[in-house]
C-alpha cells in the first residue's frame, strides 16, 4: 500500500515510485519553464506532484459503474461544466427556479463536484472522501482518458475548447495563480506548442476521449466550449438526457432549461461572492487559491487579441496536423 506522506519527500525517491508507476522504465523526460519542473509521465506533461497524484488515484480509485466523470483539459470549462451538470442533477433537491437558496449561490462547482485527482496532496482522506460519497457521484478530472484509473467505466463527458482559446486562458491563469511566478506569452506558448502544457499535449487529451467517444457514443458524450457557448439551452438538453434525467415537457414549460443556463453562467457565477472574493481552496502545487481564478472573460475568440497572425497559424497547423484523419476539428 503506498503511503502518500511518506512518498512525497525528496525527488529522487519520487522519481523511482513514479518510474515504477509509468509504464516507461527509463528515467523521465523533464522541461523547464513552468512554475516547476515538468515530467513526461506515460505520455502526458505534468508536474512531479501531480504525476504522482495520478499514478495514486489509478492505483486506489474505486470506481464505480454508475458514476459519471466530468472530463476537460484544463481551461477548457471544467468549472461550467461542474456547473451545469450539478444543477442539472440535483433539480429535484436543489430547485433552479427562484433559487436563491441552491448550493451554487455558496458553494464553489469545485466543491460540489470533486476532482479525483486532487489536491494533490491529501489522496489517502481524498480517497476516503470521494468513498463517502452517495452515489450516483458526479466527479471531475483533468487525467488524460488513458491514465484512467483502468476498470473506470461509467459514463464520461468531455470538454473541449479551442487551443487558441485554452492558450490564453492557460497563461493567464498560470501568472495569477501562483504567487511569486510568471511566465512570459512567448515562452508559454512555445511551450503549449511543443505539447508541454498541464495535463498536455492537448491535442493527445482531446484524441484519447475523440476516440473513445467514436468508440462508444452513448458512454463517452464529447462537448465543445465554442458550441456550448452558442446554444447553451441545447447543451443543457443535451446534457440532461446524457446523465438520464430528461427535461419534461412540464419543465421545459417551465422555464427549467433557461434557468439553468442563467444560474450556471459566467455573469451569475462570477459575481457570487464565493466566486469573487476572497474563498479559496488548496490550489497548483498546494498553494492556496482564490476561487475567482476560475472566471477571467468567459468569451469565444478571445485569443484575437493575444496572437498574431505567425502565432495563430502556427498553432492551427500543428493542431490539424496532430488530428488529421480522426474526424475531430476545431
Ligand atoms: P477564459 O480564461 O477564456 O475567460 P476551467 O473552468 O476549465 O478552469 O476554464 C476556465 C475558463 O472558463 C476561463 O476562460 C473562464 O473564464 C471560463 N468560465 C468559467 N466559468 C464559466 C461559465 N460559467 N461559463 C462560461 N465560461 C466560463
Redesign the pocket.
Known amino acids: 500500500e503506498l503511503e502518500a506522506d511518506s512518498v512525497l519527500t525528496g525527488e529522487e525517491e519520487d522519481e523511482s515510485l513514479l518510474l515504477s508507476m509509468s509504464s516507461s522504465s527509463n528515467k523521465l523526460q523533464t522541461r523547464e519553464g513552468w512554475w516547476t519542473t515538468f515530467v513526461l509521465y506515460d505520455g502526458c506533461w505534468m508536474d512531479r506532484q501531480a504525476a504522482m497524484s495520478v499514478s495514486l488515484v489509478r492505483a486506489q480509485f474505486v470506481p464505480r459503474d454508475d458514476d459519471v466523470l466530468l472530463a476537460?483539459?484544463?481551461?477548457?470549462?471544467?468549472?461550467?461544466?461542474?456547473?451545469?451538470a450539478f444543477a442539472i442533477t440535483n433539480r429535484r433537491r436543489h430547485h433552479v427556479v427562484g433559487a436563491g437558496d441552491h448550493p451554487l449561490i455558496t458553494q464553489s462547482?469545485?466543491d460540489l463536484v470533486p476532482f479525483i485527482e486532487l489536491p494533490f496532496r491529501h489522496i489517502h482522506p481524498l480517497a476516503a472522501a470521494l468513498d463517502a460519497i452517495s452515489s450516483p457521484r458526479l466527479l471531475g478530472t483533468?487525467m488524460p482518458h488513458h491514465l484512467l484509473p483502468p476498470r473506470v467505466g461509467c459514463r464520461i463527458v468531455y470538454?473541449c475548447?479551442e487551443p487558441k482559446?485554452?492558450v490564453?486562458?492557460?497563461w493567464?491563469?498560470m501568472n495569477k495563480v501562483i504567487e511569486g511566478f510568471s511566465i512570459d506569452f512567448d515562452k508559454a506558448f512555445e511551450l503549449f506548442v511543443d505539447g508541454c502544457s498541464p495535463f498536455g499535449p492537448i491535442w493527445n487529451h482531446c484524441l484519447g476521449y475523440w476516440n473513445k467517444h467514436v468508440e462508444e457514443p452513448d458512454r463517452v458524450l464529447f462537448l465543445k466550449?465554442d458550441d456550448?457557448?452558442a446554444d447553451?439551452a441545447g447543451h443543457v438538453k443535451k446534457l440532461a438526457e446524457f446523465l438520464r434525467v430528461p427535461f419534461t415537457d412540464d419543465e421545459a414549460d417551465a422555464g427549467v432549461v433557461e434557468e439553468v443556463v442563467r444560474l450556471?453562467?459566467?455573469?451569475?457565477?462570477?459575481c457570487l461572492p464565493v466566486?469573487s472574493g476572497v474563498a479559496g481552496r488548496v490550489g497548483v502545487d498546494e498553494r492556496p487559491m482564490k476561487n475567482s481564478?476560475?472566471?477571467?472573460?468567459?468569451?469565444v475568440g478571445?485569443w484575437k487579441n493575444y496572437l498574431t497572425k505567425e502565432m495563430a497559424k502556427k498553432l492551427d497547423a500543428v493542431i490539424e496536423e496532430k488530428l488529421k484523419g480522426s474526424g475531430l476539428t476545431f
Do not use: Q
Open positions: 476537460t483539459y484544463p481551461k477548457c470549462g471544467t468549472t461550467w461544466l461542474k456547473a451545469l462547482p469545485h483533468h470538454l475548447r482559446d485554452v490564453i486562458s492557460t493567464h491563469f466550449y456550448m457557448m447553451p450556471c453562467s459566467f455573469e451569475k457565477l462570477s466566486n481564478v476560475f472566471f477571467r472573460k468567459g468569451k478571445d
